[in-house]
T-cell receptor
Framework: NAGVTQTPKFQVLKTGQSMTLQCAQD?????MSWYRQDPGMGLRLIHY???????DQGEVPNGYNVSRSTTEDFPLRLLSAAPSQTSVYFC???????????????FGPGTRLLVL | AQSVTQLDSHVSVSEGTPVLLRCNYS??????LFWYVQHPNKGLQLLLK??????LVKGINGFEAEFKKSETSFHLTKPSAHMSDAAEYFC????????????FGAGTILRVKS
């Protein structure tokens, strides 16, 4: 099992450019999510999905779009990058069963994004 | 609403001395609590979790934490620090209302001096 994988590892964008951060998992997990990590703020939830075709907003969704067409993949799209989106982005997954708040979530290695 | 407060942004200990990283939480429902560790430029690794079973939870690498409902605390301890413990540690809460959505503390950076 590769677990949770993310690509790219590092990306530099100019303000206004768009891009997609890729996330994939091979554990057949129903629940997937995206977080951003900023110094002194821990990780904050951007968007999440409880299964294919179902997505919802987290704490900081503005400027980001997601879709979930398959169980395995959960891409994060930046429509028009802004310097405030400079951050480290983590994807996570968990089985998503009932009682799900007790589940361990598995994190990918992260994507470091710099917006100039 | 859930929230997590990590009481120290930085903790410095000498190798071989005890480690204490403090965490207080707020939750309207029975919470699950986690400690994750992040080594420099790495992803997050689960150290341990509390899910309403035993209040003293043992994790990997000699770490443990005690859930104290009356104090709304979940402090992380280790009897003897090792140089490899130097990292950032996150206390995390979820509950039955919020499901899989995790709420992170701001993190505590642990420095281990030789």
């Amino acid at each position: 099992n590769a677990g949770v994988t993310q690509t790219p590892k590092f990306q530099v964008l100019k303000t206004g450019q768009s891009m997609t951060l890729q996330c994939a998992q091979d554990m057949n997990h129903e629940y997937m999510s995206w977080y951003r990590q900023d110094p002194g703020m821990g990780l904050r939830l951007i968007h999440y999905s409880v299964g294919a075709g179902i997505t919802d907003q987290g704490e900081v969704p503005n400027g980001y779009n997601v879709s979930r067409s398959t169980t395995e993949d959960f891409p994060l799209r930046l429509l028009s990058a802004a310097p405030s989106q400079t951050s480290v982005y983590f994807c996570a997954s968990s089985p998503g069963t009932s009682g799900s708040y007790q589940e361990t979530q598995y994190f990918g290695p992260g994507t470091r994004l710099l917006v100039l | 609403a859930q929230s997590v407060t990590q009481l120290d942004s930085h903790v410095s200990v000498s190798e071989g001395t005890p480690v204490l990283l403090r965490c207080n939480y707020s939750s309207s429902y029975s919470p699950s609590l986690f400690w994750y560790v992040q080594h420099p430029n790495k992803g997050l690794q689960l150290l341990l979790k509390y899910t309403s079973a035993a209040t003293l939870v043992k994790g990997i690498n000699g770490f443990e934490a005690e859930f104290k409902k009356s104090e709304t605390s979940f402090h992380l301890t280790k009897p003897s620090a090792h140089m490899s413990d130097a990292a950032e540690y996150f206390c995390v809460v979820s509950d039955s209302e919020y499901g899989n959505k995790l709420v992170f503390g701001a993190g505590t950076i642990l420095r281990v001096k030789s």
